[in-house]
C-alpha cells in the first residue's frame, strides 16, 4: 500500500500562483504514472496532468501552458506549479499513483484525500 499526502492549497485571486505537493509514503518500485486531478462542485473528477517515469508529460488543455507537473523521485513526491489561476481551476485536487501490473507488480491506483484551491476573481 502506498498513502498519498496532498498540500499546498488554499485561496488566491485570479491571477495567483499556487505549488501543490503530493508526498507518498515509499519509494513505488513497480512501474507507475503519476497524476493529478481535480473536481468542482457538482462536477465530475477530471484529468489535468500526468507525469511518466521518464518525466514525459501531458496536460489537459485547460491547464496548458498555466500548469506545470514535476516529480522529485529522491523525496517521493509530485508537484503541480499553477500559475495564471482562474476561477474555474477552483476545485479540490487530487494526486494519484497508477501501478501498472506485471513482472511481480499488481496493478492499483492510490488517491490522496484532496487539496482544495479556490480562485477569486
Known amino acids: 500500500q502506498v498513502q498519498l499526502v496532498e498540500s499546498g492549497g488554499g485561496s488566491v485571486q485570479a491571477g495567483g500562483s499556487l505549488r501543490l505537493s503530493c508526498a507518498a509514503s515509499?519509494?513505488?518500485?513497480?512501474?507507475?504514472?503519476m497524476y493529478w486531478y481535480r473536481q468542482a462542485p457538482g462536477k465530475e473528477r477530471e484529468f489535468v496532468s500526468i507525469?511518466?517515469?521518464?518525466?514525459?508529460?501531458i496536460y489537459a488543455e485547460s491547464v496548458k501552458g498555466r500548469f506545470t507537473i514535476s516529480q522529485d523521485n529522491a523525496k517521493n513526491t509530485l508537484y503541480l506549479q499553477m500559475s495564471s489561476l482562474k476561477p474555474e481551476d477552483t476545485a479540490m485536487y487530487y494526486c494519484?499513483?497508477?501501478?501498472?501490473?506485471?513482472?511481480?507488480?499488481?496493478?492499483?491506483?492510490?488517491w490522496g484525500q484532496g487539496t482544495q484551491v479556490s480562485v477569486s476573481s
Open positions: 507525469i511518466d517515469r521518464e518525466d514525459r508529460t
Open positions: 494519484q499513483a497508477y501501478q501498472y501490473g506485471g513482472s511481480g507488480c499488481a496493478a492499483a491506483a492510490y
Open positions: 515509499r519509494k513505488i518500485y513497480c512501474r507507475h504514472d
